[in-house]
């Protein structure tokens, strides 16, 4: 870890500083991934190329990753990813795409997809088409064999699925929803001018002459008028991106095992589920799938014998194992009780009665005085003089180990 630099060393060069920055940040990536609870062991080997001039000349760090799994543990899909994603995190300009996990039995559990964006998906298309055909046949499954019994159903589903990715931008225009928004109305008049009257002639033209009365003419008028109005007419505009994966089509087909009666002479006798059964459990498949028939979905439940004939055998295989662990773990039990019988009939028993009879000669010595003056006031009269010291010895002569008790016991009193 980062505690390698902790150890300054004059001279080092630029060289040793980089070995020892990317030893130290190895060091501490794997102590992070050790930390899981599925991971026994690690260790993490960075790729970080020079810093070029030119980008173009440039590589993209790497990094690759060994890992040895717990006894018993597995690891996830969700965690590997987490693991990818936190050395990127930690290295710069590393992509997650660039790292590599394995495990010490050489399988890849990240890294080594394909660079082509098109196959990636095509890959992560089948599998989440896998993970919904196969979770909408669990749900048919298991709510069926609670009907008919467990190991009576099969269950097959097909889905289409749309991975196109939709966008488009719709305006629509509601005509009948149309507002006035401006008016513009204009007038015009002109009056023309006043046309010549008269005879025509020279008589008409000479002076002096007289002057016919003639009607007199109005001149020309003119009247124009416009109107013009402008309509705001209703418009929504949506922009609508389309959800990918969406089901299109799914196909179920339900296969669901009979009623078998005893016979009278032995053996079982097949009969098929009634039409009114099968409907009902078609309409439970419809409901428990999501079953559309606007769009063209189709689901086809019918009943048929299964054939169990090659899983007798195996029953049997089972069952006499069963019996063979059963007697040996009677066997093994039975022989641990009488074992145990045995330990404590000739070894227990044996080890608290001399415990016991030495707290019995224990107690029958603290009866007598623990020192001399004691012997001498109990046992000395006036006629007689007893040597309590010789006695005591021959006490002791005669059974040492007793003896030794009491002196321990003595001992612990005075604490």
Same mark, same amino acid.
């Not at 002109?190 to 016919?212: D, F, L, M, R, Y």
């Given at each position: 870890?980062?505690?390698?630099?902790?150890?300054?060393?004059?001279?080092?060069?630029?060289?040793?500083?980089?070995?020892?920055?990317?030893?130290?940040?190895?060091?501490?990536?794997?102590? *992070?991934?050790?930390?899981?609870?599925?991971?026994?062991?690690?260790?993490?080997?960075?790729? &970080?190329?020079?810093?070029?001039?030119?980008?173009?000349?440039?590589?993209? $760090?790497?990094?690759?990753?060994?890992?040895?799994?717990?006894?018993?543990?597995?690891?996830?899909?969700?965690?590997?990813? =987490?693991?990818?994603?936190?050395?990127?995190?930690?290295?710069?300009?590393?992509? $997650?795409?660039?790292? *590599?996990?394995?495990?010490?039995? =050489?399988?890849?559990?990240?890294?080594?997809?394909?660079?082509?964006?098109?196959?990636?998906?095509?890959?992560?298309?089948?599998?989440?088409?896998?993970?919904?055909?196969?979770?909408?046949?669990?749900?048919? *499954?298991?709510?069926?064999?609670?009907?008919? =019994?467990?190991?009576?159903?099969?269950?097959?589903?097909?889905?289409?699925?749309?991975?196109?990715?939709?966008?488009?931008?719709?305006?629509?225009?509601? $005509?009948?929803?149309?507002?006035?928004?401006?008016?513009?109305?204009?007038?015009?008049?002109?009056?023309?001018?006043?046309?010549?009257?008269?005879?025509?002639?020279?008589?008409?033209?000479?002076?002096?002459?007289?002057?016919?009365?003639?009607?007199?003419?109005?001149?020309?008028?003119?009247?124009?008028?416009?109107?013009?109005?402008?309509?705001?007419?209703?418009?929504? *505009?949506?922009?609508?991106?389309?959800?990918?994966?969406?089901?299109?089509?799914?196909?179920?087909?339900?296969? &669901?095992?009979?009623?078998?009666?005893?016979?009278?002479?032995?053996?079982?006798?097949?009969?098929?589920?009634?039409?009114?059964?099968?409907?009902?459990?078609?309409?439970?498949?419809?409901?428990?799938?999501?079953?559309?028939?606007?769009?063209?979905?189709?689901?086809?439940?019918?009943?048929?014998?299964?054939?169990?004939?090659?899983?007798? =055998?195996?029953?049997?295989?089972?069952?006499?194992?069963?019996?063979?662990?059963?007697?040996?773990?009677?066997?093994?039990?039975?022989?641990?009780?009488?074992?145990?019988?045995?330990?404590?009939?000739?070894?227990?028993?044996?080890?608290?009665?001399?415990?016991?009879?030495?707290?019995?000669?224990?107690?029958?010595?603290?009866?007598? $005085?623990?020192?001399?003056?004691?012997?001498?006031?109990?046992?000395?009269?006036?006629?007689?003089?007893?040597?309590?010291?010789?006695?005591?010895?021959?006490?002791?002569?005669?059974?040492?180990?007793?003896?030794?008790?009491?002196?321990?016991?003595?001992?612990?009193?005075?604490?």
């Amino acid at each position: 870890g980062y505690e390698i630099f902790d150890q300054s060393t004059f001279g080092m060069t630029e060289f040793v500083q980089k070995l020892n920055y990317r030893r130290a940040l190895q060091g501490e990536l794997t102590r *992070t991934i050790n930390q899981f609870r599925e991971i026994q062991s690690s260790r993490v080997h960075l790729a &970080v190329p020079e810093k070029r001039i030119f980008t173009s000349d440039s590589s993209e $760090p790497t990094a690759s990753i060994v890992i040895k799994l717990a006894s018993g543990h597995r690891l996830r899909k969700n965690k590997v990813q =987490g693991i990818v994603h936190l050395v990127a995190s930690s290295v710069e300009n590393l992509l $997650p795409e660039n790292v *590599t996990v394995v495990d010490v039995d =050489g399988n890849v559990l990240a890294g080594g997809e394909p660079s082509d964006e098109a196959a990636l998906l095509s890959s992560n298309q089948l599998e989440h088409r896998s993970n919904v055909e196969k979770n909408m046949g669990r749900r048919i *499954t298991s709510m069926l064999e609670n009907i008919v =019994g467990r190991g009576k159903v099969v269950t097959r589903v097909t889905a289409d699925i749309d991975f196109k990715r939709t966008e488009r931008t719709e305006k629509k225009f509601d $005509p009948a929803s149309q507002v006035a928004r401006s008016e513009q109305r204009s007038e015009s008049k002109s009056v023309g001018k006043q046309a010549p009257v008269g005879v025509p002639g020279v008589q008409s033209n000479i002076p002096g002459a007289e002057q016919s009365q003639a009607a007199t003419s109005k001149p020309a008028t003119t009247n124009n008028s416009s109107e013009t109005t402008n309509y705001e007419i209703n418009e929504v *505009t949506a922009h609508i991106i389309e959800q990918v994966g969406a089901i299109k089509r799914i196909s179920i087909a339900v296969v &669901v095992d009979g009623k078998y009666k005893e016979k009278e002479g032995g053996g079982k006798e097949y009969s098929p589920r009634s039409a009114e059964e099968i409907k009902q459990l078609s309409d439970l498949a419809k409901t428990a799938s999501g079953y559309n028939e606007k769009r063209g979905d189709k689901i086809v439940v019918e009943s048929a014998p299964f054939d169990v004939s090659r899983f007798e =055998g195996d029953i049997g295989t089972a069952k006499a194992q069963a019996d063979r662990q059963l007697y040996a773990d009677i066997v093994k039990y039975a022989g641990l009780g009488i074992l145990a019988v045995v330990l404590f009939v000739f070894v227990a028993r044996p080890i608290i009665k001399s415990i016991t009879a030495a707290s019995s000669d224990i107690e029958t010595l603290r009866q007598f $005085p623990q020192t001399i003056e004691q012997m001498e006031a109990k046992y000395a009269t006036a006629e007689e003089s007893v040597d309590f010291r010789t006695r005591s010895r021959q006490l002791i002569d005669k059974d040492p180990k007793a003896a030794a008790e009491m002196v321990r016991e003595w001992l612990r009193t005075k604490r």
